[in-house]
């Protein structure tokens, strides 16, 4: 297992220490620049389309369509998960506070991907076996046309499948574990994450059985409770202590430049190591450029294809510069930093220091639900490359492996896990990028249409 972790690492050095940096965020910069600044400009209208379409009982579409929120919520609930949570915090300890500020510079750069991705992913929109379907599968073979456009295509399939179907999903099963172990600590009761890892496959199995109808209902009533229940929870916990809040942001500043300054020098962490902790969390929290959400956008019954577009822009908007910044400054506020835990442990501390064992459970029925949404959206997002791939046939047995997973990924070590879904969340962007540029001149188009 050790060997392994040392390979996975090393590719993880190679895709993250330059070449993603620069097609994540360069793709984002042409965006933004392409598109005039369209997260800044277009910023009030994609609210007003987002909460404009709120429901927690929308109408039921045939062929798997949604509602523009049941797909916005199926988008946000694949974004808003263990990233959040787990994610902000192995930044904050992989990259320091500094982390935080490329992340949030990924993110409003990462708005204008998304909206490509949205927009695409609408354009190209299709309809097999009578089912509405979509992604960028469908878009990247437009973008490259023959043999090429095909091997692309199939390696984002296979990408995505093992990105977020089997070891995303392990992350997520990961988590959810491990917080539940730290909450029944608090009654000294030891519980095995195995166990926990068989309800939530449990859970998951049965949804997984109800298809997209199933999946659209569930998650457009857990979307809303669940991140209002946590924002609410976190701006307590900051407010408590909020005569640290400045200092906490000037460390995220300061960090983001000279980490030494914050850390010292015997942290060893590096500009580099901010930066690219800051990227690689930040994709694993909000996705945008990775090709996952596209999947739920093609199946929204959108005005157009810029109205969906965006409807995705606001929903990282959520994910990182709402849900995600809570959790960090929950984490920094609170000084718990120089506990020596990490992920999900690290986080659960900080409420533990607001509210005594009432915070680990807190933290832990939230992770629940934000994990547990984001399998289900995970699964789907797999399940559409699946059938690209394979057939109808082969979605039971998709689905079995993917419950098999959450199992397994309940009890492995941390470090693995999360090297493991970075590795393959950066093999999928790469495919997924070239056609967002290659495509760039037709989302500009369609950013002008009304």
Known sequence: MDTLTRLVTKGNDFLWSFLLLVLLCGTGLYYTIRLRFIQVREFGEGVRQVFGHFSMNGEKHEKGEMTPFQSIATAIAAQVGTGNLAGAATALIGGGPGAIFWMWISAFLGMATIYGEAVLAQTYKTEVNGEVTGGPVYYIKAAFKGTFGKALSTLFAVFIILALGFMGNMVQSNSIGAAFVEAFQVFHVELSPVIVGIVVAVIAAVIFLGGTKSLATVVEKIVPIMASVYIVGSLVLIRMNITALPAAFLSIIEGAFAPEAVLGAGAGITVREAIRYGVARGLFSNEAGMGSTPHA??????????????????????????????????????????????????TQAAFMKGFGSAGIIFVAVCLFFFAFSTILSWHFFGLVNVKYLFGEKASKLYSLIVVVCIVIGSCLKLELVWSLADFFNGLMVIPNVLALLALSGLVARASKER
């Open 297 to 346: 956008h093609a199946r929204a019954k959108a005005e157009s294809p810029h109205h969906q577009g965006l409807c995705a822009m606001v929903s990282v908007f959520i994910d990182t510069f709402i849900v995600l910044n809570l959790t960090v400054f929950s984490v920094l506020t609170t000084g718990v930093m120089s506990t020596g835990k990490d992920g999900t442990a690290l």
